[in-house]
């Protein structure tokens, strides 16, 4: 009768067992390993190997269709120590699979949801992961310290249809993830040493998108993304880069793409506003850009072949668009634009150029061409419908350009060297045309009122102009000639 009770409850243990279908393997080989195993629900499986001494692991399944999976344990060589390995899945259809192959690697894995999966590899010693996904169809990936060690990843997604994935090859770099919202994909590949990514995108945005590739060691990426359609694309190569990139909190539409070439390059964009466009490009060492544009449709080109160049672009309004070239080293630009469909480009070959465009209002168009080394232009626009365009080549050439008013046109070419314009215009519709070829001329024209118009044309050595029209409808021409 007793052996008759025992295999009846047997019986109905199994029964209940397959009706709950969880399945748990648990290997430990060596000294002083934990392991915890929790599952309820239908269909849940958890499959732990530990080979070593001193490796916990805890898994908390609660849900259907959840598997778990952790190794830590090498597939070949020395036995591994004192690893940490923490899962909790609550949901439906969840995945994790772990796989720590060193000595004091931590991994934890959270995830809350439906149809969320996680992967994490982690080779070498004293790496650190954490995994926390919430919301449906999240997916996170980490592959850390196949070369190296001390390698941290923080990874935390809140929302629909996030996708992550890290890659940290070397020593010592910490990749920090942060997503919210719908649809955001974030992917860091980081191959050196003591390389730092932080990516953080909208709590409130959707279909964000950033890809940082750092290669080289000592780089720091810092990608913030709040709004709508944002995208950003960062990869340095080289060492001791700095990328930050700030795109849009109230935004729509913005694009940033920095690619950074060389060493101790520094690049600073901050969007505001939508449908905003950036792109620099530094090629070279002690590189610096910095551009910042708040409101619509605006853009931004930067590019930089050389070394110690600067780049400065701050944009406020609508459709404005800067575009800034320079090669050689130590060239500095700056382009300040404040209104609605403004124009500038700005040119720089040789070295120690020096450009600054400022304009304020409305369909104002700068170009400034340098050739040379040492020559410095500066160009100043208040009103609507101004035009400057400045073209040196040469060494040591100055050209002053200011106008206020509207449809004011000021042209200036020098060739050679030790050249000084200075133009000055305030109305509207005057005309103001500047050539010098030779060495150390020096033409000063200064217009006041409506449509006066001014020619200077010097040729030869160490000539001397200066125009002064006051008033509407005058005209100059000075021609001077060895």
């Not at 190997?49 to 778990?68: C, K, P, R």
């Not at 930089?304 to 130590?330: H, P, R, Y």
Request: proline residues 0%; charged residues 15%; glycine residues 10%.
């Amino acid at each position: 009768m007793k052996k008759l009770f025992f295999s009846a409850a047997a019986l109905m243990c199994g029964t209940v067992m397959f009706a709950q279908s969880n399945n748990s393997s648990v290997l430990s080989q060596g000294n002083n390993n934990i392991s915890a195993v929790t599952q309820s629900g239908l269909t849940n499986d958890s499959d732990v190997d530990q080979v070593g001494d001193d490796n916990d692991s805890a898994v908390d399944q609660n849900g259907t269709l959840n598997a778990s999976e952790v190794r830590q344990a090498s597939g070949y060589g020395p036995l591994r120590n004192r690893n940490t390995s923490t899962v909790d899945q609550d949901g439906t259809s969840n995945d994790s699979f772990v796989w720590q192959d060193g000595d004091d690697n931590t991994s934890s894995i959270d995830q809350d949801g439906t149809s969320n999966d996680s992967y994490v590899d982690q080779w070498g010693d004293f790496n650190d992961n954490d995994v926390s996904q919430d919301g449906v169809n999240n997916d996170s990936d980490v592959l850390q310290g196949y070369n190296g060690n001390n390698h941290v990843s923080s990874v935390d997604q809140v929302g629909d249809d996030n996708v992550s994935y890290v890659w940290q090859d070397g020593d010592s770099n910490t990749s920090e993830v942060d997503q919210g919202g719908d649809r955001n994909d974030s992917s860091v590949n980081q191959d050196g040493d003591n390389n730092i990514s932080d990516v953080l995108q909208g709590f409130a945005g959707d279909d964000n998108t950033s890809v940082v590739d750092q290669d080289g060691d000592n780089n720091n990426s810092n990608v913030d993304q709040w709004g709508d359609f944002n995208d950003s694309s960062v990869t340095q190569d080289g060492d001791n880069n700095d990328s930050d990139v700030f795109q849009g909190y109230p935004g729509d539409y913005n694009t940033s793409d920095v690619d950074q070439i060389g060493d101790d390059n520094t690049s600073y964009v901050s969007q505001d506003g939508g449908n905003n466009t950036s792109d620099v490009d530094q090629d070279g060492n002690l590189n610096d850009s910095n551009v910042n544009q708040d409101g619509f449709f605006n853009s931004s080109a930067v590019f930089q072949t050389g070394n110690s160049n600067l780049s400065t672009t701050d944009q406020i309004g609508n459709a404005n668009g800067s575009s800034q070239i320079q090669t050689g080293s130590d060239n500095e630009s700056y382009v300040s634009q404040i209104g609605n469909n403004n124009g500038s480009f700005v040119a720089q070959v040789g070295d120690l150029n020096d450009s600054d465009v400022e304009q304020l209002g409305n369909l104002n168009n700068s170009s400034v061409a340098q050739n040379g080394n040492d020559n410095s232009s500066d160009v100043d626009q208040i009103g609507n419908s101004n035009g400057s365009s400045v073209a040196q080549a040469g060494n040591d050439n100055t050209s002053i350009v200011a106008q206020t008013g509207n449809a004011n046109t000021s042209t200036v070419a020098q060739s050679g060297d030790l050249h000084l314009s200075t133009v000055a215009q305030n109305g509207m519709g005057n005309i103001s045309n500047v050539t010098q070829v030779g060495l150390s001329h020096t033409s000063d024209v200064f217009q006041n009122g409506n449509a006066n118009n001014s020619i200077v044309t010097q040729t030869g050595n160490t000539h001397v102009s200066d125009v002064d029209q006051i008033g509407n409808g005058n005209t100059s021409t000075v021609t001077q000639s060895n």
